[in-house]
Nanobody, 119 residues
Framework: VQLVESGGGLVQAGGSLRLSCAAS????????MGWYRQAPGKQRELFAT??????NYADSVKGRFTISRDNAKNTLYLQMNSLKPEDTAVYYC???????????????WGQGTQVTVSS
């Protein structure tokens, strides 16, 4: 699966951004999709997932970020509100392409998009 993120940029604290992740080339069934982020000097962290419409969030973004998916457009979204300087990171889209008969999972990543929140 090819994943292309867009929508990153520079925003002031308290502002909002909406990220998009367009998926193409799936050979099987895209099950779980998620958003990760990696701040300078830190490990990449998973903070939001969506699986068959069910969503999960890390405590650090719960109540401020919303993950959603438009299956008709093969696009994953992340609405980010009340942004904080500590949200500054490169944001990555991730997808699990599942071959159901064999149960093999093919993991794909986007190239990342920079989000910078100024104080």
């Amino acid at each position: 699966v090819q994943l292309v993120e867009s929508g990153g940029g520079l925003v002031q604290a308290g502002g909002s951004l909406r990220l998009s992740c367009a998926a193409s080339g799936s050979r099987f069934f895209i099950n779980r999709m998620g958003w990760y982020r990696q701040a300078p000097g830190k490990q990449r962290e998973l903070f939001a997932t969506i699986t068959s419409g069910s969503t999960n969030y890390a405590d650090s973004v719960k109540g401020r970020f919303t993950i959603s998916r438009d299956n008709a457009k093969n696009t994953l979204y992340l609405q980010m509100n009340s942004l904080k300087p500590e949200d500054t990171a490169v944001y990555y889209c991730n997808a699990d392409d599942v071959d159901i008969p064999s149960a093999r999972v093919f993991d794909s990543w986007g190239q990342g998009t920079q989000v910078t929140v100024s104080s």
